[in-house]
């Protein structure tokens, strides 16, 4: 359930090319850096996120007040959506230390977002999750990019997770080329749903090719008619798996 969002360490609210490179975030109660709202043409990379309480980097609208997440999202303008941000090359690790319930990347209501060769690790419940809200009708979401990330010792609390994780339609958007593994054997969990890839409800429009995990440990909930899965599991080559994650910083 969505209580309420944290105040991070650092906002960004209603801005355009704001960049983060080589920065370092560490030893936080709740989030570290949150493009919370009508950001545009920024970027995330190169950055460290460690021992963290909350959720390493969050990015776009999860609405507050009552929203009803079953219905479509759309603010009177469009352009409150945060658009055009590349989050690459990031370390998030041993983040959601307080708050079991966050992720290592969180993209809520956004477009035309890259999330790529990042290195997940540590997490108590998902690695990346992109999409929010619970329907296949259209909320503005779009052109979303999972591409070559690393996720790996992943719901350590939690289930009902996955190493990457969706929600809702999102047309045009693509999961590629990722690594995902070492699901943990959590503790706490009163079933098995932990997967490397899970398409939560509504989750469509993505064509999702040559992910790599050690077993085809998959699941969906009510998705949409237009996802497109190729070559995924233990037979994606060599060559993708090891090109997953941190290429070398600058």
Known sequence: AWIARPEAAVSVKGAENIHFDNCVFEHLGATGLDYRWAVTNSSVTNCTFTDIGGTGLMIGAFPDNGFETHVPFKPLNENELCASILIKNNLITEVTNEDWGCVGIAAGYVKD??????????????????????????????????EANYVHHFARRLYDAGGLYTLSYQPGSVMKNNRIENLIDSPYATNDRAFYIYFDEATDGYTVENNWCPEKRFDSNQPGPHNVWKLNGPDVSKKIRQSAGIQKRK
Not at 114 to 127: K, R
């Open 113 to 146: 977002v890259t999330i790529a060769h990042n290195e997940v690790s540590y997490v108590n419940y998902s690695g990346i999750c992109v999409g929010w809200g619970w329907t296949l009708l259209e909320s503005g979401m779009k052109n979303n990019r999972i």
